[in-house]
């Protein structure tokens, strides 16, 4: 009797258990199916990428300092870090940082400044470049990594490209020669309701390889995400150590709390 008795209590929580096996199932297929369609369109999915970067990861920071100084800083400073800070955080020791980063004539004390003139700037691009110090604080590392892998050719650019997360921007493809060149195809769709017009609104569609870069898809596509992910570190050099403390905090005050209610039941015991 006590064995039928735990055979039909254990028969729902089968079958339970089962729906939520074929859920799980059903749910991965569409998710690869989904992959897989974006796939035959390149970039046709770009409004969800996303950066999926670690800011603790000191290799990929590392290997970002070494891109955004090799690429970046020719145009854009990081006005509110030194180089001092930015090499202890790193675990660069002071060879490391006067070898491959810090420019000739500067010191470790320095704050990090752009090389290029913001006179020249101007006159070469119409505006000064911007510092970069909290710009993956303002827009968000996503916007970051889409707008470093949404360029693509465009001859009625002063630059010869344009780019799809900034349109119309004033920056050069300045990673060109490690992507690659590519061309963004678009479909023509009619506007509709408040907007409407005699015009037709251009929706881009995918982009086609014009010419090839020095590095593989994979390959380019770490190099962004690293450059990233020190963006990232730059904009709050301190927010490792704030999350780390912040757990303990948090743990205190849940035991803090937890004394003071029995405190409170010690006091009221007699009135209650």
Known sequence: MRIELERSMSRPLFKVLMLVALALTAMTSVVYSAEEAGKGAAGADWRSWHARNRVANKDSLQRGARDFFSYCQGCHSLKYLRYSRMAEDLDLTGAQLTANLLPPGSK????????????DA????GKAPPDLSLMARARGPDYLYQFLKTFYVDPSKPTGVNNLRLENTAMPDVLSDLEGLKRADFH????????QSTGAAKDFDHFEEVAP??????EFDRFVRDTVNFLDYVSEPSQVARRSLGIWIVLFL???TWLAW?????YWKDIH
């Open 262 to 266: 029995l405190l409170k039941k010690e």
């Open 122 to 125: 101007v006159s070469w691009f």
């Open 108 to 119: 470790p004390a320095d704050y990090i400044t752009a090389r290029m003139p913001p006179d």
């Open 188 to 195: 023509s769709a009619e506007k509709s309701g408040a907007t």
């Open 254 to 256: 849940l035991v803090f």
């Open 213 to 218: 870069g020095k590095m593989k898809p994979e």
